[in-house]
């Protein structure tokens, strides 16, 4: 059975569309509309490491420098295709000995990443570490669900019909679990006496780019990046699979399905996601009719139980090693689309982030956001929850149609609500290569209850406009 909790499409009325009563219109949460925290020492300050050290002078130095106007720890990404590369249960960790090392010498806390997904292909990324290759045969021919696998089984499939070998569908995850659980003991055995006292974060990655969504916009699929819709990721077997036996599930039988959709099925193998996707979104059905919402909200559904799943069996998996440790994930700002009067929120929608139904709650950020909670409840191990895109503003016009400034707004207004622990990300480097960068930071952590900042990376805040804002920053949180 799903836990149905499910989001709404929130829409600035400003839009100048015509929506249906599913798709609740809101106006943008303003400055300041919630409150403006004092000054406290919980605020975290941190950095991202590169993708991979090559130049260890630099490195080094990089760390020194950030040390000295307060930074508190470093985000290393612990890459799955690298470590377990060798084959099952095969694990190198020489790099990330050194790596571990250089950081704490310089009296740097760390907040490592296990980083389940590739890197190599997204904005930014100039290092590859494709998922381990043993991956993909090992569960070539396996059964779950009555479907077969083949080596492609464990991936994504687009309604382009690409398959994305990036990170594994959330439709596997009661096969591969385990591959998880097994990284996480095997890191933590290595670790977790070692470095007892400085790690403060577990951060786990759920999805492309280490990201709680679909990858919707990424390199498998034509013409699906910034700032079009994407493409929707429904359409492995497993996916159909899953969706047909929720779809049953939800209503009971067959012919309460036709009833409900208007359609005429004579077998359960009809019902699938949509055979036009292009038409699903430009015509609204997505939004206006009971099927649309029926699949958009088991999409978001899925991937959100996908990211309950993963961050129980890490925190289970940990036990009680790194006891200052939170637990951490990451759900992106998809900002664009938002007021598109096309097809309002439909990057949100097909990256899995909101649904189109349910109650009014966080702009349709409360199941992503609370999250942090439900996983906390059933763990024990405190949970944060990470947010990118502080440093974007609002383009509210063709072709972005984004509200990033207002949805940053948003998400901290909900978590604030939900008394859940949020840090925020910038999304793209040269964000923080700007003063105006920096004050719309300033402005998610000082109006919206962002209580701690990663910065994306340490190199852009090692010296010059990153590290003047940054250290003002730090300095104007601390008591």
């Known amino acids: 059975m799903r836990l149905r909790s499910p989001a709404v499409l929130a829409v600035a009325t400003s839009i100048a569309v015509s929506v249906t009563a599913a798709v609740a219109l809101s106006a943008p949460a303003q400055a300041g509309s919630v409150h403006r925290p004092a000054p406290s020492g919980d605020f975290t300050a941190n950095v991202m490491a590169p993708l991979k050290v090559t130049d260890w002078a630099d490195f080094t130095a990089d760390l020194r420098r950030v040390k000295a106007y307060g930074v508190q720890a470093v985000s290393v990404d612990v890459w799955w295709g690298d470590v377990e590369k060798a084959g099952d249960n095969r694990f190198d960790w020489s790099y990330y000995d050194r790596v571990f090392d250089t950081v704490t010498a310089q009296g740097l806390d760390l907040a490592p990443i296990l980083?389940?997904?590739?890197?190599?292909?997204?904005?930014?990324?100039?290092?590859?570490?494709?998922?381990?290759?043993?991956?993909?045969s090992k569960y070539d021919g396996r059964r779950l669900h009555g479907v077969t696998l083949d080596r492609d089984g464990l991936k994504h499939r687009s309604e382009q019909g690409n398959v994305s070998a990036e990170?594994?569908?959330?439709?596997?995850?009661?096969?591969?679990?385990?591959?998880?659980?097994?990284?996480?003991?095997?890191?933590?055995?290595?670790?977790?006496?070692?470095?007892?006292?400085?790690?403060?974060?577990?951060?786990?990655?759920?999805?492309?780019?280490?990201?709680?969504?679909?990858?919707?916009?990424?390199?498998?699929?034509?013409?699906?990046?910034?700032?079009t819709r994407g493409a929707l990721q429904a359409y492995?077997?497993?996916?159909?699979?899953d969706f047909r036996a929720d779809t049953v599930d939800r209503y009971g039988s067959l012919r309460r399905v036709n009833r409900a959709w208007g359609t005429s099925y004579r077998?359960?193998?009809?019902?699938?996601?949509?055979?036009?996707?292009?038409?699903?979104?430009?015509?609204?059905?997505?939004?206006?009719?009971?099927?649309?919402?029926?699949?958009?909200d088991w999409y978001n559904a899925s991937l959100a139980e996908h990211g309950e799943r993963m961050l129980t069996t890490v925190a289970k998996a940990l036990g009680r090693t790194f006891p200052r440790a939170d637990l951490g994930y990451k759900v992106p700002g998809v900002h664009w689309t938002m007021t598109n009067p096309d097809f309002p929120r439909a990057a949100e929608v097909t990256s899995g982030l909101i649904s189109t139904t349910g109650p009014v709650r966080g702009h349709g950020y409360a199941r992503f956001?609370?999250?942090?909670?439900?996983?906390?409840?059933?763990?024990?191990?405190?949970?944060v929850m990470h947010f990118t895109c502080l440093e974007m503003m609002d383009q509210d016009y063709a072709p972005q149609?984004?509200?990033?400034?207002?949805?940053?707004?948003?998400?901290?207004?909900?978590?604030?609500?939900?008394?859940?622990?949020?840090?925020?990300?910038?999304?793209?480097?040269g964000g923080v290569y700007s003063d105006e960068g920096w004050d719309r930071i300033v402005d998610a952590v000082e109006d919206h209850g962002y209580d701690g900042l990663t910065v994306l990376r340490m190199g852009d805040v090692a010296e010059g406009v990153g590290a003047r804002r940054y250290a003002a920053l730090i300095a104007a949180r601390t008591p």
């Open 267 to 296: 077998s359960v193998r009809q019902i699938a996601p949509p055979a036009d996707a292009e038409s699903f979104f430009a015509d609204g059905t997505y939004r206006d009719t009971r099927y649309g919402r029926d699949v958009v």
């Open 401 to 429: 149609y984004s509200l990033a400034q207002t949805l940053v707004g948003w998400v901290g207004d909900e978590a604030t609500r939900q008394r859940v622990d949020l840090k925020g990300e910038n999304a793209l480097a």
């Open 167 to 227: 990170t594994v569908q959330g439709w596997a995850d009661e096969l591969v679990l385990g591959e998880y659980r097994d990284f996480t003991r095997a890191f933590a055995h290595r670790y977790g006496r070692d470095l007892r006292r400085d790690v403060v974060e577990v951060n786990v990655s759920l999805g492309p780019s280490g990201e709680l969504r679909y990858p919707s916009y990424n390199a498998h699929d034509t013409g699906t990046g910034y700032p």
């Open 236 to 241: 492995s077997p497993l996916a159909v699979a």
């Open 369 to 383: 956001v609370g999250l942090a909670r439900t996983v906390q409840r059933e763990t024990g191990r405190h949970t």
């Open 115 to 136: 980083s389940f997904h590739q890197c190599g292909g997204n904005v930014g990324d100039d290092y590859t570490s494709l998922l381990p290759s043993w991956l993909w």
